[in-house]
């Protein structure tokens, strides 16, 4: 999977040969949906357990390679690890007949727009658990997710020659100032909780138009902001509205227009279900020791389909997430094959309590 380059929106060449594995490894109803998202099956009866890994990665190439127990490549930690380890899980799980049905989805663009998870949930799959799999180390617990909203704004100006720059505004300066006030609205929300708990915001990038010898006239930045549950991004999108409205007020020379251009809402998962007990027992008997359990600061296709469907989820995954995306990215190997084991035992686990006749 490492030597398959597949970053959001070329993931194809990757998705044929998921296809392929997991048909010689025995799954069944292998295929592909009209985004490019992989799917396969094992069992046939409930409940049905799904396990979901992304095969999208970000840009840029890093050399496979194995070294003192370690592999190297892009998507080693982010998240090509999970989602092989969840393969090679299902596929153990195949092996012993278990009673119920786990379907194992590779799915596309969650490094970008989502559009893998999104198509996923427009299927209305049958589903009664959910693990998705992004690092966090094989003894961790991933229960909680901040928020994510984008948006672009465009600021206008009229034009002139740059020479008589004291008669005209500037797009370029009436956005960056413009930008320190959206900055500054989020800082104030800082709770005294942690970054977890606190809203943030990050100018990821701003491009300007101008004529030949004339000022600039236009300017447009985005904003990728990350929201603690307190603070979804409904409130964020009022926010930055407020900001622009007191802005234009101020400087009617200036014309401002707001776009959203993502919004993802903070989730926390149950911690008191049938899953998360089962991946907990599963870890500590894999580790010999209490799993943590960890809230990120980031955002996961777990947001997206758990405040969608409400279906009992978690988060797990071999890896250093601080690793993520970046050029040094490499998983251990004696992490990954722990994953395996963690992943195949919390299934069983769960398929089992599933079954346990309830108590009255």
Not at 19 to 27: A, P, Q, V, W, Y
Not at 319 to 328: F, I, V
């Amino acid at each position: 999977m490492l030597e398959i380059y597949s970053p959001s929106g070329k993931e194809e060449k990757l998705a044929v040969f998921l296809r392929g594995e997991l048909r010689s490894l025995g799954f069944n109803n292998v295929h592909s949906d009209e985004v490019g998202n992989v799917y396969g099956e094992v069992g046939n009866s409930s409940p049905v357990v799904f396990m979901c890994g992304h095969i999208d990665t970000v840009p840029g190439w890093i050399p496979v390679r194995v070294d003192d127990e370690r592999i190297y490549g892009r998507g080693s930690v982010d998240a090509k690890s999970s989602l092989a380890a969840m393969v090679s899980a299902a596929c153990e799980l195949g092996h012993k007949n278990v009673e119920g049905k786990v379907i194992v989805a590779g799915v596309v663009d969650e490094e970008l727009h989502s559009r893998g998870i999104r198509s996923l949930l427009r299927r209305k799959m049958m589903i009664d658990y959910a693990i998705f799999g992004e690092p966090g180390g094989a003894g961790s617990i991933t229960f909680a997710y901040k928020g994510r909203l984008g948006t672009k704004i465009r600021c206008r100006t009229e034009t002139g020659h740059v020479g008589a720059q004291h008669l005209y505004s500037n797009a370029v300066e009436e956005a960056y100032a413009l930008w320190n006030q959206i900055r500054r609205a989020f800082e104030s929300k800082k709770s005294p909780h942690g970054i977890f708990y606190s809203t943030t915001s990050c100018l990821t990038s701003m491009r300007s138009r101008r004529r030949m010898g004339s000022i600039p006239d236009e300017c447009i930045f985005t904003i990728d902001a990350r929201l603690p549950p307190t603070f979804e991004p409904a409130k964020s999108i009022s926010l930055i509205r407020n900001v622009i409205e007191q802005y234009k007020r101020e400087s009617p020379a200036v014309s401002v227009d707001l776009v959203v251009t993502d919004r993802i809402e903070p989730f926390v998962a149950n911690r008191n279900t049938i899953l998360m007990k089962a991946l907990t027992r599963s870890i500590e008997e894999a580790l010999q020791t209490p799993p943590k359990f960890i809230k990120k600061t980031g955002t996961g296709d777990m947001n997206i389909f758990g405040s969608e469907t409400g279906v009992p989820v978690a988060t797990y995954g071999p890896g250093d997430s601080g690793l993520s995306h970046t050029k040094n990215e490499y998983v251990k190997l004696e992490e990954f094959k722990t994953s395996i084991k963690v992943y195949e035992k919390t299934v069983e686990k769960t398929i089992l309590e599933h079954h346990r006749p309830k108590s009255l």
